[in-house]
């Protein structure tokens, strides 16, 4: 039941990593771009630009989201590595009773 959570929490900590880097990258390329397009009409603020600010806010709001599930992902990947610790302690503790019992 112990192995069952361990490998639950695994494969959920690498999946959502892999989503969270693409999503992440995504954000990159696209504020990168609205960046250069502002940096190009220096100045110059056409209508469709207020669109982008709009995105702007949106993309910052994605981002803040993936900062928030980074933080739960972190949390779980801590609960993972005390899983991890707990299941060794007790082999260890299962080892010294036999050892103590002259298995």
């Keep these: 039941m112990l192995e069952d959570r361990l490998n639950k929490a ?4 690498v999946c959502q990593a892999d989503r969270n880097a693409s999503i992440k990258e995504k954000y990159s390329q696209t504020y990168g771009n609205l960046r250069k397009v502002s940096d190009e009409r220096s100045g110059q603020i056409p209508e469709h630009y207020i669109e982008t600010g709009l995105l702007e806010m949106i993309l910052k709001s994605t981002k803040d989201k993936i900062t928030k599930k980074e933080a739960e992902y972190k949390s779980l990947f801590s609960e993972f590595k005390n899983i ?3 299941i060794r302690a007790n082999e260890i503790e299962e080892q010294n ?3 103590s019992l002259g298995e």
């Design 97 to 99: 009773f036999r050892d």
């Design 84 to 86: 991890l610790r707990q």
């Design 10 to 13: 695994r494969s959920i900590v």
